[in-house]
């Protein structure tokens, strides 16, 4: 079965930190380009981080120098350092995969709740 799962979420005080993780199975993570992406209520996904093949990291400018990503393709797992939180870093957060090439993320987790308190 094809299948993203996050863990790690949580509810923190602003200017705390929290690792999340996302474990693969089912596909060929290493063949794959994967990312991290938020929603917050009322608002639209947003991409905050995706790692591809050797190349650099991309962030969004909201989470840059803030938010650290990584993926260990020997354990198919995705992590997601988020550090000096800020309560609009409040969200649902995803994991997603895609192939090289596609247009649009394929796989999808099924999203973990990170809430900051001010």
């Known amino acids: 079965t094809v299948r993203l799962a996050e863990s790690g979420g949580g509810s923190v005080q602003a200017g705390g930190s929290l690792r999340l993780s996302c474990a693969a199975s089912?596909?060929?993570?290493?063949?794959?380009?994967v990312a991290w992406f938020r929603q917050a209520p009322g608002k639209e996904r947003e991409m905050v981080a995706s790692v591809g093949f050797g190349a650099r990291p991309t962030y969004a400018d909201a989470v840059k120098g803030r938010f650290t990503v990584d993926r260990e393709n020997s354990k198919k797992t995705l992590y997601l350092w988020l550090n000096s939180l800020k309560p609009e870093d409040t969200a649902m957060y995803y994991c997603?995969?895609?192939?090289?090439?596609?247009?649009?993320?394929?796989?999808w987790g099924q999203g973990i709740q990170v809430t900051v308190s001010s």
């Open positions: 089912g596909f060929p993570y290493a063949d794959y380009i």
């Open positions: 997603a995969a895609r192939r090289d090439g596609a247009g649009e993320y394929q796989i």
